[in-house]
């Protein structure tokens, strides 16, 4: 079973359209993440919730939206689709936040979103 | 967080061990160091997690001297299943709840 899984894997899509990716955890982990790793490599955080709850919202466009309907899935919703928005998206997810020794990050596959 | 330093690239042997280490001058009393593996499409991988001294698992080594202002992530015999890439990550943002993931290091591992 894939503890952290993201769909769809490839997702390719034309400038201003509006998509969507799905993340699950059966981890039971309460926190998790979206990450966007783009063509030189960087993994940035861009959104953490915690209970559902929003704790961090790193600088990104409003055009993305997180939604996360129960502790196990958190999907994001990327409206207007630009060309900079093409990057591997992943999701991730831990138990409590990522201080101390017990904060080990579960990340999945990722997503691979490319914008004509 | 603190900013963190090391090589952008490394290459070795099978059967090897490599040494990767890591500079974070400015690490915070209470921050733990960690590192992650990522191989080519796929997310980012736990290895190892230490606060000082050396702490050992099955896949790897960490060194971490006694001012903690660097740390060594170890791997015994690399395999050519070891390229990969790696990341140093000390402490997270105010919150406990950010992790940012800097270059790492890309390993290469040849026959």
């Known amino acids: 079973d894939t503890a952290v899984s993201q769909t769809p894997k490839y997702l390719v899509t034309q400038m201003g359209n509006d998509k969507s990716i799905k993340c699950e955890q059966n981890l039971g982990h309460d926190t998790m993440y979206w990450y966007k790793q783009d063509s030189k490599k960087f993994l940035k955080i861009m959104f953490s919730y915690n209970n559902k709850e929003l704790i961090i919202n790193e600088t990104v466009p409003n055009r993305f939206s997180p939604k996360s309907p129960d502790k196990a899935h958190l999907n994001l919703h990327i409206n207007s689709l630009e060309l900079g928005d093409s990057a591997v998206y992943f999701c991730?997810?831990?138990?409590?936040?990522?201080?101390?020794?017990?904060?080990?990050?579960?990340f999945g596959e990722g997503s691979r979103l490319t914008v004509l | 967080l603190a900013k963190t330093t090391q090589p952008i690239s490394m290459d070795s042997y099978e059967g090897q061990e490599v040494n990767i280490t890591c500079s974070h001058n400015n690490i915070a009393t209470n921050d733990y160091i960690t590192w992650y593996q990522q191989f080519p499409s796929q997310g980012p991988r736990f290895i190892i997690q230490g606060y000082k001294t050396k702490v050992t698992n099955e896949v790897a080594s960490l060194f971490i001297p006694a001012d903690r202002k660097s740390s060594t992530l170890s791997l015994p015999r690399v395999s050519l299943s070891d390229t990969a890439v790696y990341y140093c990550l000390v402490g997270t943002d105010p919150s406990g709840y950010a992790l940012n993931f800097g270059k790492g290091t890309s390993l290469l591992v040849t026959p």
């Open positions: 991730a997810s831990s138990q409590g936040g990522v201080v101390g020794i017990n904060g080990e990050l579960f």
